[in-house]
């Protein structure tokens, strides 16, 4: 959100879960399922977050443009990749579907769990 005075993209967890956007509810999801989440505010930091962290596959929300370099980007890590809305019009307060987040969640944790 435009007027949060929180700055999230270095450390997600100085959320102050207000609301007002959805990192609350992708917090929530991170704590549920047991899964990293990382904020970035463009390719640049996210392609740093990827080498930082180094995980095993990547669930990425973004424009289509900024998903698609960063997809090729991370080869050969697994990338789904998830569509931002933007009602506000691009890059500003763009907004995910919780539920379409979820349900990517549940359907890698899911096969990963059957693939063991």
């Known amino acids: 959100d435009k007027d949060c005075s929180v700055k999230v993209t270095h450390t997600v967890e100085n959320c102050k879960r207000c609301g ?3 990192i609350k509810d992708l ?5 549920k399922y047991h899964v990293d989440l ?3 505010t463009g390719g640049t930091i996210a392609r ?3 080498v930082e962290k180094r ?7 973004a424009c289509e443009r900024d998903l698609t370099s960063g997809i090729q980007d991370t080869t050969p890590l697994p990338v789904y990749g998830i569509f931002n809305q ?4 691009p890059c500003l307060n ?3 579907s919780i539920a379409q987040v979820e349900a990517v969640l549940a359907d890698v944790l899911s ?4 693939d063991s």
């Open 38 to 40: 990382a904020v970035a």
């Open 55 to 61: 995980p095993d596959l990547i669930i990425a929300v």
């Open 86 to 89: 933007r009602p506000f019009g």
């Open 94 to 96: 763009t907004q995910v």
């Open 111 to 114: 096969e990963r769990a059957s």
């Open 20 to 22: 007002k956007c959805a």
């Open 48 to 50: 740093r977050i990827v």
């Open 27 to 31: 917090l929530q999801l991170s704590e």
